[in-house]
């Protein structure tokens, strides 16, 4: 079946540091992929997507690359700031009969400290 | 432009209660979802509606129905609520077909069993 990995949280970095939070995927066929995020008392929302291989998903300084080489889709942001502490969610969609329906990772959660 | 709106937003029970979650969205959306989520295992699916007078079961339905009233509305009931049911509940609605994955989510209801 299909399933989303993503690295253990929480993570606390500085304000300015680089960020990466690592996802992996396992399915059949071609997925899209994504990144949604979860601000404090807030419901997710989609940050970026993926819908082939070698697409780079951007948005709001995050950007994530679909390697269908590594079945990954890592996120990235060069310079984070507080407003950036949230919940990340990698997930990846498929098709059944005509229905998308989203697999979501576990979660991550971010920390940045001034 | 209110989106995905659920409620409610708290409610705490008492093992054997029955309660039901609305969900309702302005969007004109075909698909609708619920998802609970719960500490260290995302988001897991509910149950789902593909459109108007269809739903089925995704996950981990066992425990709840629901009733998509309407194209705008999609409810899910706790006919008799277990502390395992204790969770964040989230509605969500997608234009299946338009932008595959994009999926809106409601605030979500935090939900207790005692």
């Known amino acids: 079946g299909n399933s989303v990995t993503q690295m253990e949280g929480p993570v606390t970095l500085s304000e300015e540091a680089f960020l990466t939070i690592n996802c992996t995927y396992t399915?059949?066929?071609?997925?899209?992929l994504f990144w949604y995020v979860q601000y404090p008392g807030e419901g997710l929302q989609l940050l970026l997507k993926?819908?082939?291989?070698?697409d780079k998903g951007s948005n709001k300084g995050f950007e994530a690359t679909y390697r269908k080489e590594t079945t990954s889709f890592h996120l990235e942001k060069g310079s984070v700031q507080v407003s950036d502490s949230a919940v990340y969610f990698c997930?990846?969609?498929?098709?059944?009969?005509?229905?998308?329906?989203?697999?979501f990772g576990t979660g991550t959660r971010l920390t940045i400290i001034p | 432009n209110a989106g995905v709106t659920q409620t409610p937003k708290f409610q705490v029970l008492k093992t054997g209660q029955s309660m039901t979650l609305q969900c309702a969205q302005d969007?004109?959306?075909?698909?609708m979802y619920w998802y609970r989520q719960d500490p260290g295992m995302g988001l897991r699916l509910i149950y789902y509606?593909?459109?108007?007078?269809?739903?089925d079961k995704g996950e981990v339905p066992n425990g709840y129905n629901v009733s998509r009233l309407n194209k705008r509305e999609f409810s899910l009931r706790l006919e008799s609520a277990a502390p395992s049911q204790t969770s964040v509940y989230f509605c969500?609605?997608?234009?299946?077909?338009?932008?595959?994955?994009?999926?809106?989510f409601g605030e979500g209801s935090r939900l207790t069993v005692l």
């Open positions: 969500a609605s997608s234009e299946n077909g338009q932008v595959p994955g994009e999926l809106f």
């Open positions: 399915a059949t066929g071609y997925p899209s």
């Open positions: 993926a819908t082939k291989a070698d």
């Open positions: 997930a990846l969609s498929r098709r059944d009969f005509g229905n998308e329906k989203l697999t």
């Open positions: 969007m004109n959306h075909n698909s």
């Open positions: 509606s593909a459109s108007e007078g269809t739903t």
